[in-house]
């Protein structure tokens, strides 16, 4: 088990991007969070194998429909927070 700590740059605001991450994250058996943060990116920390979290990041690239992902700043954390779900957090 690994965590990423990561920043989405883009039109990520206002187009269900938490709510698709939400979903993915569940698909992948992701364990974290994700919130908007008020400079405009998304925030997400997800726990949990190498595998899944490569295609969590994949999915979390490409977003939903009307969402531009430009950029992701992901930085791997040496410790594990043991997360019960994945939460929206406001």
């Known amino acids: 088990m ?3 700590h ?3 740059y883009g039109r990520v605001q206002g187009v269900g991007f938490r709510f698709f991450v939400r979903e993915r994250a569940s ?3 992701i364990r974290g969070w994700v ?4 400079d ?3 925030e997400i920390e997800a726990e949990g194998t190498e595998e899944d979290l490569r295609l969590f990041l994949e999915s979390v690239r490409e977003g939903p429909r009307y969402a ?3 950029n992701l700043e992901i930085n791997k ?3 594990l927070k043991n997360y019960e779900g994945f939460a929206i957090r406001f």
């Open 35 to 38: 919130k908007n943060r008020f």
């Open 68 to 70: 531009y992902v430009e």
């Open 40 to 42: 405009g990116t998304v």
């Open 6 to 8: 990561i920043i989405v």
């Open 77 to 79: 954390k040496a410790d």
């Open 2 to 4: 690994v965590r990423y």
């Open 27 to 29: 698909l992948y058996g």
